[in-house]
């Protein structure tokens, strides 16, 4: 492989980059907007639904119509306990079947709540309030009410995020895939000026083509990622973690504008593929970053597997052994997305 084609490619593509005025700016502004979004954020923290299972669900709960919290019904114990342990929902309720029965006769039902790691101290005294006040509505009766608290998961107490900090993972990743746009606007216009092809003439090798796109990609998504997350704080902790996930997630956006480029006959298609793309993307990372708001199918994306891993280790220290998981599977859809991404410009190449 010459490194001195690969070079010129590179200088080649940066020197395009830059010079498209319109591109230049947008980079430039991203940083500075997403940086000034979270400079400009409230320092305050949000309320969350509760999940609820009830058997039997008393008629003070099924009325129970509140604009800061809402109940969140589940078909069973089980299947609370897991989507409270993966942060799906902050906190969960569990009434149990006699409840109604124990409320007529004066005695205290048996309840369990069930908290995610996230929940601080003014969740669970929110939870155990509310559950107290529902019970003297239905009874009339002040504590008319046994519980037993549960963490599900690693007890995080105390650590109340405010909502900026919260959001630091969440502008990195749209700082990464916002050069989605940036990647397909240079394949499309060497495309349409037909560069590519008199490069593919030349003695330069496919292979040095797409690794000098490859490393293009790459370097600009994670520097402007990493630019922020230093500038916002979010390598205080577990840097290499923060870092490694973010070259992966690089790798990722890098594989998907392959492909978005392949796909797009022009520059206006591009940009409709991009935003699909972003927005599909950006639906794990808005739920991690605010439990509740959706539910567990989106794991199936491939960028819940980026933001979780940066969220635990930016807002909890978690190390390699809680994470390396979530890494590994990211890592091998990085590959497989820039693979295809790879074979499908080769390809249209052709």
């Known amino acids: 492989m010459n490194r001195r084609i690969i070079g010129a490619l590179i200088a080649k593509d940066f020197a395009l980059f830059f010079r498209n005025k319109f591109i230049a700016v947008i980079t430039v502004l991203s940083i500075v907007g997403f940086i000034g979004i979270y400079l400009a954020m409230p320092r305050s923290t949000d309320v969350y639904e509760f999940a609820l299972y009830a058997p039997v669900l008393p008629p003070v709960f099924a009325q129970e119509d509140d604009e800061n919290f809402d109940f969140i019904l589940f078909e069973s114990e089980d299947a609370l306990r897991n989507a409270v342990a993966a942060n799906d929902h902050i906190a969960g309720i569990v009434l149990p079947a006699d409840i109604m029965d124990k409320y007529s006769t004066g005695e205290k039902p048996d309840v369990r709540i069930y908290y995610s790691p996230e929940a601080d101290e003014l969740i669970r005294d929110m939870v155990v309030v509310l559950v107290e006040g529902m019970s003297y509505l239905q009874t009339g009766q002040t504590a008319n009410v046994n519980y037993t608290e549960t963490i599900l998961g690693p007890d995080l107490l105390g650590i109340d995020i405010p909502m900026r900090d919260r959001l630091r993972p969440l502008f990195a990743v749209f700082l ?5 746009f940036s990647l397909t606007e240079l394949i499309i216009k060497e495309t349409e000026r037909g560069t590519v092809y008199g490069l593919l003439v030349t003695p330069m090798r496919v292979r040095e083509l797409f690794t000098a796109k490859f490393i293009t990609g790459i370097t600009l998504a994670f ?9 916002a704080g979010g390598l205080n902790k577990q840097p290499l973690i923060v870092l490694v996930s973010l ?4 790798v990722l956006v890098t594989g998907i504008s392959f492909f978005i480029g392949a796909l797009s ?8 593929w991009t935003f699909i793309a972003m927005i599909i993307l950006a639906v794990p990372a808005v739920g991690i970053m605010m439990p509740g708001t959706i539910t567990v199918w989106a794991k199936a994306i491939p ?14 220290g978690s190390g390699w052994s809680e994470l390396w998981q979530y890494l590994l599977v990211l890592a091998g859809l990085s590959i497989v997305f820039i693979t295809v991404g790879i074979a499908a410009l080769r390809r249209k190449f052709r």
Not at 176 to 180: A, D, G, H, P, Y
Not at 223 to 231: G, K
Not at 247 to 250: C, H
Not at 266 to 272: A, K, N, V, Y
């Open 247 to 250: 070259l992966l997630g690089a």
């Open 303 to 316: 960028s819940y597997y980026l933001v979780l891993p940066l969220h635990q280790a930016v807002h909890y």
């Open 223 to 231: 520097i402007q990622a990493a630019l922020f997350m230093a500038v």
């Open 176 to 180: 990464l895939m916002m050069e989605m």
């Open 265 to 272: 006959k022009d520059f206006m298609g591009s940009l409709g």
